[in-house]
């Protein structure tokens, strides 16, 4: 494509050179660039790609977008300086690749919770009615059938483009994607073209990135600032920030809640560990999935859909049959004894509480929980104390145990988990470095009907030992000792 065709919707403050070249390829890390690429430099938080750029040239750059031209540039590569490179990347790349996310129906999930379990369902249910579907999403990116692995919650804007390009060749109807604060932030999804945007709830979460939470609010509130007017914004109303999100679109409003008055609405009859039984829009509904927080996503994929000009009971016969995302609230039960295994990706203090907080709600009788948790290394040291707290206040057992020690002795991690536990509650924690040891040994101290919440790890299929990734599965290992 020619790099006059790349650039036509940027905003540009200066061109010197050609525009006219053909472009191979649009990179913004130096160290991917390939003859004939248009490099664009972008100024990151660790380091600036404007200082990459001499080496983006001597690899076959022939085209650089950037917010400074350096001096002495060479003549032969044409230079656009732009007032936004991150923009002008996202910009660039939806043009490089014919504007994908036009020749289907693109819908963005955001919101500090539900994104994966929310884009998850709104997969599988349009798959089910039909339709060949794509998905962005932490657990893994699917064009059609076609499973890739994710590195990120929303790729960097080459790559969304060129996943969506791919679901365009393969004849993909609808895409479904998660929208992370980071990447409405560094403009990831910058010329997108959304058909609608979802946004599930804010906590406090990211901070570290986003400095304060008003800034963390407002990136997420940039997503629907810039929705186009055909676009719908669905909102759950529950959360205090939910009209805020939508107080400066453009787009068609519409709020779901399980609280008040909104257009799509739901009620929770029954709350049980094997699932929940809710009126929603009227009609009597059961889903496979666990807990209040399930109730929202699977109102909000119901109202998706709807918005989505799908077929309301056929909406509600398909998505009774679906069960939860991998490794979110995941659950397996051993029909003989009637003990339930939870395996969630929890691996904060406040997932952990949330959680927990979860199934004690769902608990009856005599049933116990026994908490297996574990902290990584070469992360925040200071949610290791604060989760074994939690675990043992709000579960009977607790197995502290490793989850991707990586570098560190994990001996050293489960001493720093094991100052958190208050005196109180030493007797029912028991500390076994093997994860595969710790979930065998919670499945033997469970008694008839107990819960078994295995945290941490959700979807990840291996265990990051000194550098070397050993496979290793939560739910397989459940599986097996539930069988055996
Ligand atoms: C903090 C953060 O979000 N960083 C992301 C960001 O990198 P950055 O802008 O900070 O990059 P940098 O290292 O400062 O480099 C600046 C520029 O110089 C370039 N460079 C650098 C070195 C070189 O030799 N040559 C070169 O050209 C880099 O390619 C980059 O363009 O842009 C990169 C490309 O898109 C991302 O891969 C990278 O994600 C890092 C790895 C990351 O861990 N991000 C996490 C925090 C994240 O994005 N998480 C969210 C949400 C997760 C959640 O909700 O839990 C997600 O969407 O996944
Ligand atoms: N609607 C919701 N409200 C509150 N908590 C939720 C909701 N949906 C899921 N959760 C809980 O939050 C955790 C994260 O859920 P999920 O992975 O679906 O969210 P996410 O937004 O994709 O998170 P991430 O930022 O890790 O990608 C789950 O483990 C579950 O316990
Ligand atoms: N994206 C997060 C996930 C952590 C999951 C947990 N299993 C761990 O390894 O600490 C991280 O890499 O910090
Ligand atoms: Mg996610």
Do not use: W
């Not at 679906?322 to 203090?349: F, K, N, S, W």
């Not at 608990?363 to 949610?383: F, L, M, Q, Y």
């Amino acid at each position: 494509m020619k790099l006059k065709e790349i650039i036509k919707h940027l905003k540009l403050k200066a061109v010197s050179g050609d525009l006219d070249k053909p472009i191979t390829r649009v990179d913004f890390d130096s160290r991917k660039v390939q003859a004939g690429s248009l490099f664009v430099a972008v100024r990151g938080t660790q380091t600036d790609g404007h200082q990459y750029v001499d080496k983006a040239i001597a690899l076959g750059a022939t085209a650089v977008i950037g917010e400074q031209q350096p001096t002495d540039f060479p003549p032969e590569v044409t230079f656009i300086t732009v007032e936004n490179s991150q923009h002008a990347l996202g910009m660039a790349a939806t043009a490089f690749y014919d504007h994908p996310s036009r020749q289907l129906k693109l819908v963005g999930v955001t919101g500090t919770n539900g994104k994966t379990t929310m884009v998850n369902l709104l997969y599988r249910l349009f798959t089910d009615l039909g339709y060949r579907v794509g998905l962005l999403s932490t657990v893994g990116n699917r064009i059609g059938d076609e499973q890739l692995a994710a590195t990120h919650t929303t790729p960097d804007a080459v790559s969304i483009n060129a996943l969506l390009a791919q679901m365009v060749d393969a004849g993909c109807d609808y895409a479904f994607m998660e929208v992370s604060s980071h990447a409405v932030h560094q403009e990831r999804i910058a010329g997108l073209q959304f058909v609608g945007a979802v946004f599930t709830n804010i906590t406090h979460d990211h901070l570290d990135y986003h400095g304060t939470f008003r800034a963390y609010i407002d990136a997420k509130k940039k997503f629907f600032d810039d929705l186009p007017k055909e676009a719908f914004a669905l909102v759950n109303v529950d959360d205090k920030r939910g009209m805020v999100m939508v107080q400066n679109t453009r787009a068609k409003v519409h709020r779901f809640s399980l609280r008040g008055l909104a257009e799509f609405r739901a009620r929770i009859l029954e709350n049980s560990i094997t699932g929940l039984q809710m009126e929603l829009d009227g009609q009597e509904f059961y889903g496979r999935l666990v807990g209040t927080f399930n109730a929202y996503n699977l109102l909000a994929v119901y109202a998706t859909a709807v918005l989505l000009d799908q077929d309301r009971m056929e909406i509600l016969t398909l998505l009774s049959n679906l069960t939860a995302a991998e490794g979110r609230m995941e659950y397996l039960r051993q029909a003989e004894t009637g003990v339930t295994a939870i395996v969630d990706y929890a691996h904060t203090p406040d997932a952990l509480e949330k959680v927990l907080e979860t199934l004690n709600d769902l608990r009856e009788g005599s049933t116990r929980i026994i908490t297996v948790v574990g902290c990584g290394g070469d992360r925040d040291r200071a949610k290791r104390p604060k989760m074994a707290r939690i675990a043992c206040d709000l579960s009977d057992e607790v197995i502290l145990t490793s989850d991707n020690p990586r570098s560190e002795d994990p001996n050293a991690i489960l001493e720093e988990m094991e100052s958190g536990v208050p005196a109180g509650a030493k007797s029912k924690v028991l500390s076994l470095v093997d994860r595969r040891t710790a979930i065998k040994t919670a499945v033997k101290l469970a008694r008839p009907g107990d819960l078994i919440l295995v945290a941490g790890k959700g979807h990840e299929k291996y265990q990051e030992i000194k550098g070397v990734k050993h496979p290793f599965d939560d739910k397989e290992i459940l599986k097996e000792e539930f069988q055996g």
